[in-house]
Each structure stands twice: as C-alpha cells, then as structure tokens.
C-alpha cells in the first residue's frame, strides 16, 4: 500500500474538527466501554485495520475481556455475553455504519427507546458517526497499524 497525506499536517483544521468531536464524546453519558464497543464494531464492518488495533487495545485497557472482543463480530450469536443495553448499541452501530442497506430500523430504534432517553440515543448516533467518520480518514489515507 502506497503511503498518503498525513492528515494532521496537510488540513489540521479539519483534523481539529474531528478531535472536537471526539472530546464531545468525552462528555456524554456513554461509558468507556460502550464507546469502545461501538468504535471496534464499526471499524469491524469498515474494515479499518488501524483503528481496530487502537480500540481493541483501548478496550483492554479499560477492562474489557479478550474473549468479548473476540466474540463482538457474532455478538448475535453470543448474545449471552452481552447486556441487553450492549445488544440495542451494538444493533443500532450496524445499522447506522450500514446506512445504505436499512438505515437504523423501527424495531431497533424502539428497543433503544425502551432503554436509553433521548439524549443517549443521540449521544450513541454521534458516537457512531464519528468512528466512522475516522474509519473512513484512516482507510482513505492508508493509516497503517503500528507494529510492536
């Protein structure tokens, strides 16, 4: 893979839009976990090798289980080491990150509603928007994973 613009040093100010997002998310009600699981599923579905090595190390971290992290591509099919509050995140993470197939569907909004208030729903939409957001700078720009 060929090497690409840096994207700090040839547009900061879009980057500084970016980082302003993710200091938002450092405000909301959604707990360190509940952000990492969001960032790792959609980068999953993205693809985006980069920003899976950062937030799968994030999560660790914050304490998350290997065997969690594992599992979040089949979370449906292990959906016994999930929350049911993990569970509607997750769902409406895919749907969200695949806004072409479906969008983010009654049934899944409902549940949310069932769980989360308003203000979260929308704090889980941004959170969302926003991995994919860095997905896509990192994808485009050829972001390669640090090796150890």
């Known amino acids: 893979m060929s090497t690409r613009i840096n994207m700090i040093a040839t547009d900061a100010e879009a980057y500084k839009a970016m980082r302003g997002l993710e ?3 450092q405000t909301t009600s959604l707990n360190n976990i509940q952000k990492e699981l969001i960032k790792i599923r959609a980068s999953q579905i993205n693809g985006c090798a980069f920003c899976l090595d950062m937030h799968t190390r994030d999560a660790v971290q914050y304490g998350e289980t290997p ?4 599992l979040l591509n089949a979370w449906r099919e292990a959906a016994e080491f999930y929350t049911a509050e993990e569970q509607v995140l997750l769902a409406m993470t ?3 990150t695949l806004i072409s197939k479906q969008g ?3 049934d899944t909004y409902a549940k949310a509603e069932e769980i989360f208030s308003g203000k ?3 704090e ?5 928007i ?3 957001a860095w997905n896509r700078i990192a994808i485009s720009t ?4 640090p090796k150890d």
């Open 67 to 70: 065997q969690r992290i594992y």
């Open 23 to 25: 200091e938002y998310l």
């Open 94 to 96: 895919e749907e969200i």
């Open 104 to 106: 983010l569907t009654e």
């Open 120 to 122: 979260q729903i929308a």
């Open 130 to 132: 926003t991995i994919n």
């Open 142 to 145: 050829h972001l390669r994973v």
């Open 124 to 128: 889980i939409i941004m959170a969302v």
